[in-house]
């Protein structure tokens, strides 16, 4: 287990074969690089699961990528532990890493895939002179793992490290209860066995960090709930340090500790679940994280406290006065949930809707319905109502907003204004 720290990460790529800038410096042939990564500083602490969620092409995998050694550096640092690894190769970074395609090999059972790594690691009795006793017992063990290696499975001689392999192989296999799937190919598995074994390959090297980069996203909407709840469960009885990467924002509330939410190769927020959902930094992260997500509607600001849209009007708790001070008559983004919205009965400060979609869920309804408001025609609100609530298409109906709920936003930078509270 490790904490893992991030400091000013950069990643650019040459616009003519995808070539970091590291290696066309100098080139007056090749064009101007792309960023993809811009300046990131995370620190994951020691037996934390950190999500990075983000849309595709946010640089979330390249991200994930970079701390594995499979992308080089174009600027920054990397720490694992107490150790710089900007230098070091993957397999001396102390890393396993969980691939979307799962990357195992087809010609070998799901034994040998979780063993195949353990084989490669060096054991401590191969380091270091040995003495002649020693020696002659290393060279008796292989002798005998030569001349039995033809013979059935179970009559084979096993070497005291192959022991050791086949112990931590059947200790993961039962924690996975993948134990009977231990003579199978890969081809012969369904999708979540598949990463059960993945899962399975990299547990076994017991490596201080692990890197998962959307393990998820090739299994059904069952399995992967399913395996969702015991990679938490797994991550929680091992400890170790975990860095997960996905675009699916319910993966990342329900499974991390922490989320750090990304686009177009920067941070946006690192905050746990909740903090993300009830104060998010900005309008990206307002839409991103929730589902339905967040609804925006223009609105002008008129001090003291008064919300003014040319359908509705109300008038903010006092907590937003000292927050909104200098934005008197300016114009402002207002955000509020589906779930903060109530069907009442026309009022001021209420918006008078009309309906366009009806989706019965059974524990929820949800409506899709658009502004009765000439000056915004096409402005789309999402709406969570009770089931018991009857409600049609076409339907005109006046909504409450939820006033200790709303989200105001800056409307030049879209970073959120927070009330004083906060």
Known sequence: MAKVVLENVYKSF????????????????????????????????????????????????????????????????IWIGDRL?????????????????????????????????LRRMKGAGEQGSRGAGEKFSQFREDVLVKVTK???????????????????????AKLLQIESLLSRLPKQLSGGQKQRVALGRAIARNPQVFLMDEPLSNLDAKLRAETRAQIVKLQRQLGTTTIYVTHDQTEAMTMGDRIAVMNQGQLQQLAKPLELYNSPANMFVAQFIGSPPMNFIPVKYQAPLLINHPQFRFTLPEVWESALRKYDRQSLILGIRPEHFSVST?????????????????????????????????????????????????????????????????????????????
Do not use: W
């Open 150 to 172: 033809s013979f059935p499975k179970g009559l084979r001689y096993l070497s005291a490290r192959e022991k050791a392999v086949q112990k931590q192989v059947k200790n993961v």
């Open 14 to 77: 040459s616009e003519t074969k995808g070539i970091a800038t590291s290696e066309t410096e100098n080139k007056p042939n090749s064009l101007s690089p792309t960023p993809v990564l811009r300046r990131i500083n995370l620190t994951v602490e020691d037996g934390e699961f950190m999500v990075l969620v983000g849309p595709s092409g946010c640089g979330k995998s390249t991200l994930l990528r970079l701390i594995a050694g499979l992308e080089e550096l174009t600027g920054g640092n």
């Open 85 to 117: 690894v900007n230098d070091l190769p993957p397999k001396e970074r102390d890393i396993a890493m969980v691939f979307q395609n799962y990357a195992l090999y087809p010609h070998m059972t799901v034994y040998d895939n979780i063993a195949f790594g």
């Open 346 to 422: 026309p009022a001021p400060e209420n918006l008078q809707v009309e309906v366009d979609l009806v989706e019965a869920l059974g524990n929820e309804t949800l409506l899709s319905v658009h502004l009765l408001d000439e000056t915004n025609p096409n402005l789309t609100l999402q709406v969570r109502i009770p089931p018991e609530k009857q409600v049609s298409i076409g339907d005109k109906i006046s909504l409450a907003l939820e006033s200790k709920k709303i989200h105001l936003f800056d409307f030049e930078t879209n970073l959120a204004i927070f009330p004083k509270n906060q």
